[in-house]
């Protein structure tokens, strides 16, 4: 229920996700889950994507569109140095764990 979600505001929203692309930024195999996470989105102060580094080499076909949200990434050790910098690009915190 979306009137339910604007009645809370968090600060931080860790998600997951089943892709990213470099054109289009994170992407969802569900639409009604993405949808979900865009609603939730819009109610946090923080978003912070937790996703192994194998997602960075493949997407999904549901956009997430959360534009300029995401502060934070949170990955392993295998994501490479380019999309680290691409990340870092866009004013995205990655942080090798």
Same mark, same amino acid.
């Given at each position: 229920?979306?009137?339910?979600?604007?009645?809370?505001?968090?600060?931080?929203?860790?998600?997951?996700?089943?892709?990213?692309?470099?054109?289009?930024?994170?992407?969802?195999?569900?639409?009604m889950r993405a949808q979900a996470v865009r609603? +939730?989105?819009?109610?946090?102060?923080?978003?912070?994507?937790?996703?192994?580094? $194998?997602?960075? *080499? %493949? @997407?999904?076909? /549901?956009?997430?569109?959360?534009?300029?949200?995401?502060? +934070?990434?949170?990955?392993?050790?295998?994501?490479?140095?380019?999309?680290?910098? $691409?990340?870092? *690009? %866009? @004013?995205?915190? /990655?942080?090798?764990?």
């Open positions: 229920n979306l009137g339910a979600l604007r009645s809370h505001l968090v600060n931080f929203f860790f998600i997951g996700t089943d892709g990213y692309s470099s054109k289009i930024g994170f992407t969802n195999k569900d639409q609603d +939730m989105a819009l109610q946090a102060e923080y978003v912070i994507v937790l996703t192994e580094s $194998e997602k960075f *080499s %493949k @997407h999904s076909v /549901v956009p997430l569109n959360l534009k300029d949200g995401v502060k +934070m990434v949170i990955t392993d050790n295998h994501i490479t140095d380019i999309i680290k910098a $691409e990340l870092e *690009s %866009k @004013h995205i915190q /990655v942080i090798i764990s």
